[in-house]
């Protein structure tokens, strides 16, 4: 167990849906990153947050929001699923922002499967 | 730009043998380097960084990395792999000097299947 928590692990869903996948990161974390993986290819960036406040966004599209509540907490939200969004999305956490060192932890992800 | 680069997407090796994946970086400043292994349905986890000092890292299960500077490599190696050392490996940069983007880039993956 990392300490990152991702629900759900597995979601299969329609075209059209909306889908919200959580994260927590592990204690002591600031930063919540979140990243796209497609059939065992790279990882894809999606948005970084720092303490309730996004940091720097990546390759996500504008059906794709995302937020980190007060608690730390980040949920990743996809809207108008499309097939191409099925994918393994992964967060991570590290306890700075960008300029530190420090090594992100990862969850163990949430697969979605869009049929 | 900053990128990061693994001209490998497969590298088979016999088990025992020494094995090593590739890695090239690009930033304007000074680095830090990251390698991160993935295994089947699992999230990355982190083998070994570079930050400073010795150009040889080690980390988890053996692992090791040599930083080189002058050809801005950052190879993964191990001189006896196991077959359950095959899994899926990242390599990864972040310039810590480059502010208000992101600054944290991994390469496309390299999967390494130790033959038994």
């Known amino acids: 167990d990392s300490g990152v928590t991702q629900t759900p692990k597995h979601l299969i869903t329609a075209t059209g849906q909306r889908v919200t996948l959580r994260c927590s990161p592990r204690?002591?974390?600031?930063?919540v990153y979140w990243y796209q993986q497609s059939l065992d290819q790279g990882l894809q960036f999606l948005i970084h947050y720092y303490n309730g406040e996004e940091r720097a966004k990546g390759n996500i599209l504008e059906r794709f929001s995302a937020q980190q509540f007060p608690d730390l907490h980040s949920e990743l939200n996809l809207s108008s699923l499309e097939l191409g969004d099925s994918a393994l999305y992964f967060c991570?956490?590290?306890?700075?922002?960008?300029?530190?060192?420090?090594?992100?932890?990862f969850g163990a992800g949430s697969r979605l499967t869009v049929l | 730009a900053q990128s990061v680069a693994q001209p490998e997407d497969q590298v088979n090796v016999a088990e025992g043998n020494p094995l090593t994946v590739k890695c090239t970086y690009s930033?304007?400043?000074?680095?830090?380097l990251f390698w991160y292994v993935q295994y089947p349905n699992r999230g990355l986890q982190f083998l070994l960084k570079?930050?400073?000092?010795?150009?040889l890292v080690k980390g988890s299960y053996g692992f090791e990395a040599e930083f080189n500077k002058s050809q801005t490599s950052f190879h993964l190696k191990k001189p006896s792999a196991l077959v359950s050392d095959s899994a899926l490996y990242f390599c990864?940069?972040?310039?810590?000097?480059?502010?208000?983007?992101?600054?944290?880039?991994f390469g496309t993956g390299t999967r390494l299947t130790v033959i038994p």
């Open positions: 570079y930050i400073t000092g010795d150009n």
């Open positions: 204690s002591g974390d600031l930063s």
């Open positions: 991570a956490s590290e306890k700075q922002g960008r300029s530190g060192a420090n090594v992100l932890t």
């Open positions: 990864a940069v972040r310039d810590p000097a480059q502010t208000g983007a992101n600054n944290l880039f």
């Open positions: 930033v304007s400043g000074n680095p830090y």
